[in-house]
């Protein structure tokens, strides 16, 4: 249950920033130590626009974050969890490896660890007894695309953000998230 008092964490991302570098990619691996071909924040690529007027866009794509995830109501031991601030993080000890979250999530965002069987994902760099520091892919973006904060607190730099640029979800109509992006 979520806690009322306590902030609730959301991301920008500014594509027209965001330059496909992939350091967010990197400062994810290297802060979680992921093993070869696992990442929790990857930058997709997707043509846009008509030929000839056809270019490559980055899409950076970590967890949604969802309000109401998918992934938790699917897994059968309570092992994803949303936490007082809105952080949707994994119990690693309770991860039975199921998968259902995995089937669950819209966004293809969880991630199955080989050597463990734990299903894994972004959560914001949250670690117990440390939410609300920035994820490392907004300090290690070089082109300053993403920007971090409460997204309960109207005065907040996000909040400002979102409404000056009109940022919106992924897809809108398919789950509420908290990664906003300006298109």
């Given amino acids: 249950m979520e806690d009322s008092s306590r902030p609730h964490w959301g991301m920008v991302i500014d594509l027209a920033k965001c330059v496909g570098c992939d350091s967010c990619t990197v400062a994810c691996k290297a802060e979680n130590r992921t093993p070869p071909g696992i990442t929790y924040n990857v930058v997709l ?3 846009t626009g008509a030929y000839p007027n056809v270019r490559l ?7 949604m974050q969802c309000e109401n995830p ?3 109501s699917v897994c059968p031991v309570q092992a994803t969890y949303k936490g007082d601030d809105g952080i949707v993080v994994i119990d690693a000890d309770r991860c039975i490896g199921c998968k259902y979250c995995m089937a669950a999530c819209p966004y293809g965002a969880r991630i199955q660890i080989k050597k463990t069987g734990v299903i894994e994902k972004c959560r914001f760099c949250w ?3 440390e939410p609300g520091n920035p994820p490392r892919c907004v300090g290690t973006c070089i082109s300053g695309a993403r920007l971090f904060g409460d997204l309960d607190d109207p005065q907040s730099e996000i909040c400002q953000e979102i409404a000056r640029t009109n940022a919106q979800p992924l897809a809108g109509d398919l789950t509420t998230a908290k990664i ?3 298109r």
């Fill in 127 to 129: 670690y117990e007894g």
């Fill in 70 to 72: 998918p992934c938790v």
């Fill in 45 to 47: 690529e997707r043509e």
């Fill in 57 to 63: 866009e980055a899409l950076p794509r970590p967890c």
């Fill in 180 to 182: 906003y992006y300006v």
